[in-house]
């Protein structure tokens, strides 16, 4: 299994991101995923997730209405499209699949 997480970077704040997470070894349209993130000093957050249909997506507070998560099946590839990205978005960001997790990605917000 294999969950690699693209796109990650500096941007100032007010930008946009967006991250990709790409699956493989596992049917990937049969399961949830789920993207995380942790800054320094603190613990690993859930930011968002995305039920296996993409029917059903879940949004930490303080990203609802700036974060949209969605998927490709057919790519095997899940997303999330951060807008109005602000200093305290920063942090390393790692999507969750199968059990398994991505290797993270720098994600930083700053003028």
């Known amino acids: 299994v294999q969950v690699v997480e693209f796109g990650g970077g500096l941007v100032q704040p007010g930008g946009s991101l967006r991250l990709s997470c790409t699956a493989s070894g596992f049917t990937f349209s049969n399961y949830d995923m789920r993207w995380y993130r942790q800054a320094p000093g603190k613990e690993r957050e859930l930011v968002a997730t995305?039920?296996?249909?993409?029917?059903?997506?879940y949004f930490l507070n303080s990203v609802k209405d700036r974060f949209i998560i969605s998927r490709d099946n057919a790519k095997n590839t899940a997303y999330l499209q951060m807008s109005s990205l602000k200093p305290e978005d920063t942090a390393v960001y790692y999507c969750?699949?199968?059990?398994?997790w991505g290797q993270g990605i720098q994600v930083t917000v700053s003028s």
């Open positions: 969750f699949a199968y059990g398994y």
């Open positions: 995305i039920s296996d249909t993409g029917s059903t997506t």
